[in-house]
């Protein structure tokens, strides 16, 4: 018989242990869920898994053990969202066995096969000498085996500053000009040739393909996705190195028409200097102790600066400078402003950009949904007309600002096609030249410029021709319509301008603005102005016959609620219809 004592003493043990499981029962581990795959490589294995959506993982473990191994080892704890691990410097030859281990939030564990757990070896490829650890992206692969194919060809040629255009995301039109100093793009002829011959090569690719034991783990892809990606990623490059070498012959036109020397822009310092900022573009026509920045009576040699090997000279203008006029050899090639209280830079098609970075060669305005496409000025009758083009997303909002006031701000209607908005102004007589016109759009919160033009004294008329490309002289008018014309715009009927109905002055305004409208023939007008619900607030003249000539009108917000009004002219001549316009002004008290 055994002793009672015995007997509660086992049954004590027993219910103990059912109450408190040791450490290895706590969680009942769930197995098969996780699907796990490895995949060798050169001195490397690529763990990849997956698992069911159901699953809200919280944790993930990786565990192994090798065949010289008794019990699985913890090797990394991982982030939810990793479904994939490389594993590198493992022994040659040694078979390795994986399994992953899958928290969720409740506690419960999920894991790979554990009775057949996946297992793999690591391999030391056959041309080991040709792995680099530094490439990264199958984008490096390819540049370094385009630069060694293309030292194959000539070892002297350097392709090194080149390679970088080609996985560039900037526009192929300017990235030569942009990305290439220029003292090294007039002598890369041998070099272009020689890769467009690599790329085009009916082996290229395949040499590249069968890389995959070196690189396919290091780039973490499977033997399914090595092939696909690597035939996405070179035909990308491809048909952007094509493009590329279109573009070469152009970019190198351009370059040939620049001046010896082209101020890239200027920054004010503290002190009220200004740093300035040249470019040498043709050092075998310039010499610079025949170069000069010139102020009134007042001159800078620029031969009493530096050079550097990229062609930038920095020069620190005197306080009192408000311009400056570049000579060389007696010839004067360009004037840049000085006056303006923030950092400015000049492009090569003559864009004046704000840009923190005035060492950087910029070739002209970067691309936008809308832009500043024609502009006259008449400084004998103050009257500046504007226009504007593009298709702008309804949240997106423009306007020009002209000395830190907004002259116009732009209304534009939703749809898909090309907009062509114009508004004349009439400026103050009392302005004093030069005063700098901005063309901003709205930005985290606040208006950022995106280009400046400069009015002064002397009249001007340009536009951007073909639209929104760079600037020209204007031959004729194109306000409110394209600036390249279809020949069949020849045939569209013209109907009789009555009236010029200009923006109000100022806009926004406090107190009092300033309506004018010309009258190009004799006509009878109505003037009035109506709130944003369409009821008439105000009226100047009604139903009168009214005689050519320009007129003007002020009306007052006294009284009026802050917000948005329109004025709005209607006028008939003859058995014509009548013609009506309207103008958005905005009151703030």
């Not at 699985?72 to 040694?94: A, D, H, T, V, W």
């Not at 691309?367 to 004998?380: D, Q, R, T, V």
Request: glycine fraction near 4%; include cysteine.
């Amino acid at each position: 018989m055994i002793p009672r004592l015995h007997i509660n003493i086992v049954q004590a043990v027993l219910f103990s242990g059912l109450l408190f499981p040791s450490e290895s029962e706590v969680r009942d581990v769930r197995p098969f869920p996780v699907d796990l795959g490895v995949f060798e490589g050169h001195k490397s294995l690529l763990l990849t898994w997956s698992y069911s959506d159901t699953i809200d993982a919280r944790t993930i473990t990786i565990k192994s053990r090798s065949t010289i191994d008794s019990e699985y080892r913890i090797i990394q704890k991982l982030e939810p969202e990793r479904s994939r691990y490389l594993i590198q410097n493992c022994e040659i030859g040694l078979r390795y066995f994986y399994l992953i281990e899958i928290e969720d939030y409740l506690g419960n564990l999920y894991s790979s096969d554990r009775d057949v757990p996946v297992f793999g070896s690591c391999m030391l490829a056959p041309d080991t000498i040709q792995f680099d650890p530094d490439i990264s992206t199958l984008e490096e692969l390819i540049l370094a085996e385009i630069y060694n194919r293309v030292q194959n060809i000539d070892i002297t040629l350097k392709i090194n500053p080149i390679l970088p255009v080609i996985t560039s995301t900037r526009s192929v039109k300017i990235a030569w000009l942009e990305e290439i100093p220029f003292n090294i793009l007039k002598d890369i002829a041998l070099e272009i040739s020689a890769i467009d011959e690599v790329m085009n090569h009916s082996t290229f690719l395949d040499l590249i393909i069968e890389k995959e034991v070196l690189y396919r783990n290091q780039f973490l892809l499977t033997p399914n996705e090595w092939l696909k990606k690597i035939k996405n990623s070179f035909s990308l490059l491809n048909d952007r190195w094509k493009n590329l070498f279109n573009e070469y012959e152009k970019s190198l036109m351009i370059l040939s028409h620049m001046p010896p020397i082209h101020i890239l822009g200027a920054k004010p310092l503290e002190d009220g200097q200004k740093d300035i900022v040249l470019k040498v573009v043709h050092e075998d026509q310039v010499d610079l102790d025949e170069s000069y920045l010139l102020y009134r009576d007042e001159y800078l040699d620029l031969s009493s600066f530096a050079k550097d090997s990229s062609g930038f000279i920095s020069i620190f203008a005197p306080i009192n400078w408000a311009y400056t006029d570049l000579m060389i050899n007696g010839i004067f090639l360009q004037r840049f402003p000085l006056w303006i209280t923030h950092p400015v830079c000049n492009t090569i098609q003559g864009d004046l950009l704000p840009s923190d970075d005035i060492y950087t060669v910029k070739v002209g305005l970067e691309p936008a949904s809308a832009w500043f496409n024609e502009m006259i000025w008449s400084p004998k009758t103050m009257k500046l007309d504007l226009e504007a083009s593009g298709v702008p997303d309804f949240d997106e909002h423009y306007a020009f600002i002209l000395e830190n006031q907004f002259i116009w701000e732009l209304d534009w209607e939703p749809g898909f096609e090309i907009q062509y908005m114009d508004s004349s102004i009439l400026l103050d007589q009392a302005i004093n030249f030069p005063v700098l016109l901005s063309w901003n759009k709205w930005d985290d919160d606040q208006w950022e410029p995106i280009e400046y033009m400069i009015l002064d004294s002397l009249p001007m008329a340009i536009n951007r021709f073909p639209d929104g490309k760079s600037w020209t002289e204007l031959t004729y008018s194109t306000l409110g319509s394209t600036n390249n014309p279809q020949l069949d715009d020849i045939n569209t009927e013209l109907i009789p301008q009555l009236f010029v109905l200009y923006q109000n002055y100022p806009n926004p305004f406090n107190g009092l603005t300033r309506l004018t409208f010309d009258l190009l023939e004799d006509a009878t007008v109505s003037l009035y102005v109506t709130d944003a619900t369409g009821r008439v607030r105000d009226v100047f003249v009604e139903g009168q016959f009214m005689t050519g000539g320009t007129y003007n009108f002020e009306w007052s917000g006294e009284n009026r609620s802050t917000g948005i009004y329109f004025f709005t002219i209607h006028a008939q001549a003859g058995n014509f219809p009548p013609a009506v316009m309207s103008r958005k002004m905005i009151y703030l008290k």
